[in-house]
């Protein structure tokens, strides 16, 4: 169980896989592939075995890998919240235990961007792989589900550690960052965080993973009251609800 590493996989124009492995065993587990053959001269590199692919939502710049890695890899399992290419699946859902050979994954259902959409928890790694529901700044855009949903799944975070490793499906905090910039002018909590974003994109060309407590401090997406936003809440008598579907609308059009 120890010893697991996250492998971040550049895929499509911004998307992101990722790989987990760990250096006492060849098993290894994939999360949201996109494009296999960015993801099997990886596994053929590091000499891994393909045990696990795990989806956290039908949309199909998480799942257009899949077919291509079972061709190499036919007896990886496949976890799935809902049908896929009519593949044979282990169907999961909120509460579900993913024991791998890996790690220990605990399944939150968090619907709002898709109405399948999951979250992979993983307490003893502090992992946390949130496909589209959360990103670094900002949240999913709600294409199935209510505002009312999205909002109380993103607070289902709120309740989560905050030593948490946040991995998100795409990497969009640069917009994310524009756009509470032009909301928010002149605001000391954002100028910080931008200094941190900006030197993480720098050091690594990537701003993930990112940690959950920071994010509960600058992402008014995720906790409305938040210190970066909290008087323009209360200035604007808005409700957590409220202010919630004000940002995801603003940023819809942004
Ligand atoms: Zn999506």
Same mark, same amino acid.
């Given at each position: 169980m120890?010893?697991?590493s996250?492998?971040?996989?550049n895929?499509l124009n911004?998307n992101?896989s990722? #790989? #987990?492995?760990?250096?006492t065993?060849?098993s ?9 053959n960015?993801?099997?001269p990886?596994?053929e590199k590091?000499?891994?075995k393909?045990?696990?692919i795990?989806?956290t939502?039908h ?8 077919l291509g ?25 909120d509460g579900d ?7 220990e994954?605990?399944v939150l259902?968090a619907?709002?961007?898709?109405l399948?959409?999951?979250v992979?928890l993983?307490?003893?790694n502090?992992?946390?792989f949130?496909?589209d529901?959360?990103f670094?700044?900002?949240?999913g855009?709600?294409f199935?589900?209510?505002i009312?949903? /999205?909002h109380?799944?993103?607070?289902? !975070?709120?309740?989560?550690?905050d030593?948490?490793?946040v991995?998100c499906?795409h990497?969009?905090t640069?917009?994310?960052l524009?756009?509470l910039e032009?909301?928010?002018k ?7 965080t931008?200094?941190q974003?900006l030197?993480?994109?720098k050091?690594?060309n ?6 959950l ?5 600058s992402?008014?997406?995720l906790?409305?009251d938040?210190? /970066?936003?909290?008087? !323009?809440?209360?200035n604007?008598n808005?409700?957590n ?8 609308e603003k940023?819809?059009?942004?």
């Amino acid at each position: 169980m120890k010893n697991t590493s996250v492998k971040i996989i550049n895929q499509l124009n911004d998307n992101y896989s990722y #790989l #987990l492995f760990s250096n006492t065993s060849p098993s290894s587990l994939v999360i949201d592939p996109a494009e296999h053959n960015k993801i099997l001269p990886i596994l053929e590199k590091k000499k891994l075995k393909l045990d696990y692919i795990l989806i956290t939502h039908h949309h199909i710049d998480h799942t257009s890998g899949v077919l291509g890695l079972l061709k190499e890899y036919p007896e990886a399992q496949i976890y799935s919240p809902s049908e896929l290419f009519s593949l044979k699946i282990k169907k999961i859902s909120d509460g579900d235990i993913i024991k791998t050979s890996l790690n220990e994954f605990q399944v939150l259902s968090a619907p709002g961007h898709t109405l399948d959409h999951i979250v992979l928890l993983d307490k003893k790694n502090r992992f946390l792989f949130v496909g589209d529901v959360l990103f670094r700044l900002g949240c999913g855009r709600v294409f199935e589900g209510s505002i009312e949903q /999205m909002h109380s799944t993103l607070n289902k !975070f709120l309740d989560l550690s905050d030593e948490m490793l946040v991995y998100c499906g795409h990497e969009y905090t640069l917009n994310n960052l524009k756009f509470l910039e032009s909301l928010f002018k002149q605001n000391e909590i954002l100028e910080k965080t931008k200094k941190q974003i900006l030197e993480d994109l720098k050091l690594k060309n990537k701003s993930i993973p990112f940690i959950l407590g920071d994010e509960k401090r600058s992402n008014p997406f995720l906790n409305p009251d938040c210190e /970066m936003t909290s008087k !323009f809440k209360k200035n604007n008598n808005y409700s957590n609800l409220e202010f919630f579907r004000y940002l995801r609308e603003k940023k819809d059009n942004f």
